[in-house]
């Protein structure tokens, strides 16, 4: 089994030594540098080096630059997915995100883990868990999500959470850790005419 299977597989691989896995991360870090050198004017390449870049996102994305990424290849954003400046995504296991996710700055989803021995560590060993984001999520500024969360569809994570569990849909949570705090209520719409 290589070490690229074995992470796909949530085992402890070797991410600091393995040859492939170093030449994926290092062909992902060319292109995020790529596309953090471009002009806010350069929609057409920007989206060029996303596609490049991600498993799977659409015309309409948005992601301010800087922008950074393990390997890209396990990230999937849904339609109108917009991140704010300094999104870090460690993607060794799949990161997915649904329709309309509004990324605040500076937030981290990790799904890179390390063994609490110091020799598994030592050796450069980890594991990596999937992430998924609902849609019509909107994440706060500065949060951070672990590995193995999930988020449900219309939550709010309010600014400088860290995700460590699960969080239902429609709910507003938030803090260190982060928790659920209550229910999003539908209000009524205002209508402009």
């Known amino acids: 089994m290589t070490e690229k299977e074995k992470a796909a597989a949530g085992l402890l691989y070797d991410a600091n030594y393995d040859p492939q896995i170093l030449k994926e991360r290092a062909r992902a870090k060319d292109l995020c540098l790529d596309y953090n050198l471009t002009r806010s004017t350069q929609a057409d390449e920007r989206l060029r080096l996303l596609r490049e870049l991600l498993a799977v996102c659409h015309d309409d994305i948005v992601i301010e630059p800087p922008f950074y990424v393990d390997y890209g290849f396990n990230i999937r954003t849904g339609k109108a997915f917009y991140a704010n400046h300094n999104l870090v995504i460690l993607d060794g296991a799949p990161v997915t995100f649904g329709d309309h996710v509004f990324i605040g700055p500076n937030c981290c989803f990790s799904t890179a883990g390390h063994p609490m021995d110091p020799a598994q560590r030592n050796a450069g060993l980890e594991y990596a868990k999937p992430i998924t984001v609902g849609s019509n999520v909107w994440i706060g500024m500065g949060v951070q999500?672990?590995?193995?969360?999930?988020?449900?569809?219309?939550?709010?994570?309010?600014?400088?959470?860290?995700?460590?569990?699960?969080?239902?849909?429609?709910?507003?949570?938030?803090?260190?850790?982060?928790?659920?705090?209550?229910?999003?209520?539908?209000?009524?719409?205002?209508?402009?005419?």
């Open 145 to 193: 999500v672990l590995p193995g969360v999930t988020i449900g569809d219309n939550a709010v994570i309010g600014a400088g959470s860290v995700v460590t569990k699960d969080i239902p849909a429609g709910m507003l949570a938030y803090g260190v850790p982060c928790r659920p705090i209550k229910q999003i209520a539908e209000k009524p719409r205002r209508v402009i005419l």
